[in-house]
């Protein structure tokens, strides 16, 4: 079969390798319809996440129709067609059975190196580093689902892939960001980052309830998306991001903010963003908070921070001493994708919203090497790609 | 560090595009904003060393200040809307370097003045880039904005305007306890689903 595979810093390739096999009672094997990049996907683009070997199969994004059942997995049969979170679960752990899927303690199965780096190991992920159990990604023509019994989201006919296929991802992502913040129909969220997990944020915390949603990103293009979904929006090149919040909050800042930016925080005139940059050039730093400490800086005291954004290592310089004499709120994690979906499905089915708004380039799986660098770069006004077999 | 050079050195935001790192006047500008950095730390550090290497016969001081006029020329550089002025004061400064050269080295030792001559090549050099740079930067200066690439602005996401659907998910969804403010830490005095 054909599949992305990652071979070093910004080198994916169109390569061939064997077909996936069952190799566990619970697996299932999938052919994959659709497939997309993700944001988190440019950190191991970019080289900033440990643990890739070269050959590893890439993606987490995808779905597609079940072709292969392993004996044990009496959820799926041939046929089906199934959304694959990008958290695999086992369904029988602690954590499962308390709704946290995306630290899920039986899936991972480096486990001894995730809690080495971590302290404890989180779940499984697909094509996201070998700290991650090394699973082949969702980037190809067939996938293997461990724990598929678990590990999927039914779709019923009547939903184009297009609609759905962000249930494995972003659209809970978004969606978790928001009810992280606790949402009251009296607060201002300020959501940081305006690319596909924003863009979900944004409508979340609209259809929560939130009374003003603001957008901060420096890309017309997504600004305009942000703005279409509710958010009045702050270009951070033209204006200074805490001038306008206070402006926008009678001076008191916002309740809730969400860091939909992560480890690649790339702020373009401030002291701590090249402090970030020469730091992690020398490898003193792993990770660029910038977004972090813009949040706790002008979030309202009492407030919550909801990271969602992807943190990988280390970092520096954290004004704690701010966050904790204004007694803020930290909500953060992975998405527990399986504790969504059926709600979101629902919504989805209803009408109330079509997550395929945010998709703005949909080409083959042998043109995805080349759109890593599209949708990294923003080029030719790229939010979202879609890649198909 | 990744070889985007995603800094917008205009601060006017112009375009979605990001910054081409190759031969424009704005990359140059870059480059010359960490080369400052780079030496400013390298005269604040080591002022003798830096000394040594130009063949200069003077005391650490007026290096280390010489240090400080390069870190604020390169912090200028990379954080400032307006990048000219900084790369001006570059060209001075360039200038003041050349005449501390000329009158502060040591003409008697012949590898000092070996030395000596080749910074100010370098300086010369690197004054040429300077020039290059903040013509290049008041040239490219202009009014038009780039217009967006593509028009999302239609892309609400959802079934009705965005106002129509603020609250929606209120009337069915709860928060799980475990993502919610506990009760004894909520706004105890403010009644639930007010306005301020």
Same mark, same amino acid.
């Given at each position: 079969m054909k599949a992305l595979r990652w071979h070093g810093k910004e080198d994916i390739r169109y390569d061939t390798v064997p077909d996936p096999e069952i190799e566990e009672p619970r697996d299932a094997i999938i052919k994959m319809t659709s497939c997309a990049i993700c944001g988190s996907d440019l950190h191991l683009f970019d080289g900033f996440m440990p643990g890739m070997k070269s050959g590893d199969i890439m993606g987490h994004e995808f779905m597609g129709e079940v072709v292969e059942v392993g004996s044990g997995n009496s959820e799926l049969k041939v046929g089906d067609r199934i959304v694959v979170p990008f958290t695999i679960i086992c369904g029988e752990c602690d954590q499962c059975k308390r709704g946290n899927f995306s630290v899920c &303690?039986?899936?991972?199965?480096?486990k001894d190196a995730a809690d080495k780096v971590f302290g404890h190991t989180t779940a499984g992920l697909f094509g996201y580093s070998h700290l991650t159990g090394g699973y082949p990604g969702g980037q190809a023509e067939y996938v293997r689902i461990p724990f598929a019994d678990k590990t999927h989201v039914k779709i019923p006919d009547g939903l184009t892939d297009e609609q759905v296929l962000f249930l494995g991802d972003i659209f809970p992502t978004g969606w978790q960001a928001a009810v992280q913040c606790d949402i009251e129909p009296h607060d201002t969220v300020a959501i940081w980052g305006a690319g596909p997990v924003g863009q979900m944020a944004i409508r979340s915390a609209v259809l929560l309830g939130a009374k003003q949603v603001i957008s901060i990103d420096c890309v017309p293009e997504r600004l305009a998306m942000a703005r279409a979904g509710g958010a009045v929006t702050i270009d951070f090149k033209e204006e200074s991001v805490v001038e306008r919040l206070k402006d926008l909050t009678n001076g008191k800042g916002p309740e809730k903010c969400i860091d939909?930016?992560?480890? &690649?925080s790339h702020a373009t005139r401030s002291v701590d963003a090249m402090y970030d940059r020469v730091k992690q050039a020398v490898m003193l730093e792993t990770d660029r908070p910038h977004v972090l400490r813009e949040m706790i800086y002008v979030c309202r005291p009492g407030g919550t921070l909801s990271v969602p954004g992807v943190y990988g290592g280390l970092i520096d310089k954290i004004p704690f001493g701010a966050s904790m004499n204004k007694g803020l709120t930290w909500r953060m994690g992975q998405t527990h994708v399986n504790r969504w979906t059926d709600d979101l499905l629902r919504r989805i089915q209803e009408g109330q =919203?079509?997550?395929?708004?945010? =998709?703005t380039h949909t080409v083959s799986l042998e043109e995805g090497p080349g759109m890593y660098k599209t949708f990294r770069d923003k080029e030719d006004g790229c939010i979202k790609v879609v890649l198909k077999p | 560090m990744n070889n985007r050079a995603n800094i917008d050195l205009d601060g006017a935001g112009h375009g979605a595009r990001e910054v081409d790192a190759s031969n424009t006047p704005r990359a140059v500008a870059c480059g010359l904003g960490w080369f400052s950095i780079a030496l400013g730390l390298a005269e604040l550090l080591a002022p003798r060393a830096v000394s040594r290497a130009a063949g200069l016969d003077s005391g650490p001081a007026l290096v280390r200040l010489y240090g400080l006029r390069e870190l604020a020329c390169g912090i200028g550089i990379l954080t400032s809307d307006k990048i000219a002025p900084f790369l001006w004061a570059r060209v001075a400064g360039d200038a003041l370097d050349i005449g501390t050269i000329v009158a502060q080295s040591n003409t008697v030792d012949r590898q000092d003045r070996t030395r000596a001559f080749g910074a100010v090549v370098n300086v010369l050099g690197v004054t040429a880039l300077d020039v290059y740079a903040a013509r290049g930067i008041r040239e490219e200066r202009s009014n038009d904005v780039t217009p967006p690439l593509h028009d999302y602005s239609s892309r609400t996401g959802f079934s009705r305007p965005a106002d129509a659907m603020r609250g929606v998910a209120r009337a069915d969804f709860e928060a799980p306890r475990d993502m919610r403010t506990p009760e004894a830490l909520r706004a105890w005095t403010l009644p639930k689903c007010t306005d301020e």
């Open positions: &303690e039986r899936s991972n199965r480096n939909a930016v992560g480890m &690649e =919203i079509d997550p395929s708004f945010v =998709i | -």
